[in-house]
């Protein structure tokens, strides 16, 4: 599983605050509004396609999932976007998805503080060379109907320039499995490298 040979830049925004910025998708990945009944309909109708008798077991397990992500581990998270797949082949589809949310920092703070405390507390580390994208992996277990679905949650903090108390948050969930059962690392593994390879593009667009 990796990044597919097409690539399109997918452009997001900018509001009074913050620049608009642009991260390259590939093919059969797509942004969404922060909506979540639409992308709960999609992620279903994707699932829809995925023959077994654990189809009905994964549905449950994206509902918990989405209704998680509905709300940001931080308080002062605001939901902007999503990033999914659209319409791929049965083969080609990867129970991952992204969130975008900006993050204010705690008054009287700065997002370089919060930064000091994920490198601590998180053991977060730099994304890439220039060390502008902060990532950290969670691992969540979700209660579901029956059972309980596990998730890992790659994470990346970006800071916005000329704002030092807002940043972008990017945060992918991964359906690991579910009751106890988990995938197999090479198959987490070949996910979150996805996940990072497709944030790695992410730039500000200063000339807007």
């Known amino acids: ?40 309909s999609q992620v279903q109708a994707a699932l829809a396609q995925v023959p077994g008798a654990d189809t009905a077991r994964l549905r449950a397990s994206v509902d918990s999932v989405l209704s998680q992500a509905g ?7 605001r939901l902007i976007a999503w990033i999914t797949q659209q319409d791929v082949p049965v083969d080609d589809f ?3 998805s992204f969130a975008l949310a900006w993050l204010e920092a705690p008054a009287g703070t700065s997002m370089m503080s919060l930064a000091k ?7 977060a580390a730099p994304l890439d060379e220039a060390g502008t ?14 059972g309980v679905v596990h998730t890992v949650q ?20 991964i359906l690991d499995g579910a009751e106890g059962e988990h995938l197999d690392e090479e198959g987490v593994s070949a996910m979150t490298l996805l996940s990072d390879g497709i944030v790695a593009t992410f730039r500000w667009k200063r000339d807007a």
């Open 1 to 40: 599983m990796g990044i597919a040979n097409s690539l399109r830049a997918e452009l997001f925004g900018a509001t009074t605050k913050t620049p608009p910025f642009a991260m390259l998708l590939p093919e059969g990945w797509v942004t969404k509004p922060a909506d979540m009944e639409a992308l709960g």
């Open 71 to 77: 709300v940001g581990a931080e308080s002062n998270e």
């Open 94 to 96: 990867v129970p991952m």
């Open 117 to 123: 405390q994920l490198v601590n507390g998180r053991n």
């Open 133 to 146: 994208i902060l990532r950290w992996v969670d691992r969540a277990d979700l209660p579901v109907e029956g």
């Open 154 to 173: 790659p994470t990346y903090l970006i800071r916005v320039p000329h704002a030092p108390e807002t940043a972008l948050i990017i945060r992918a969930t």
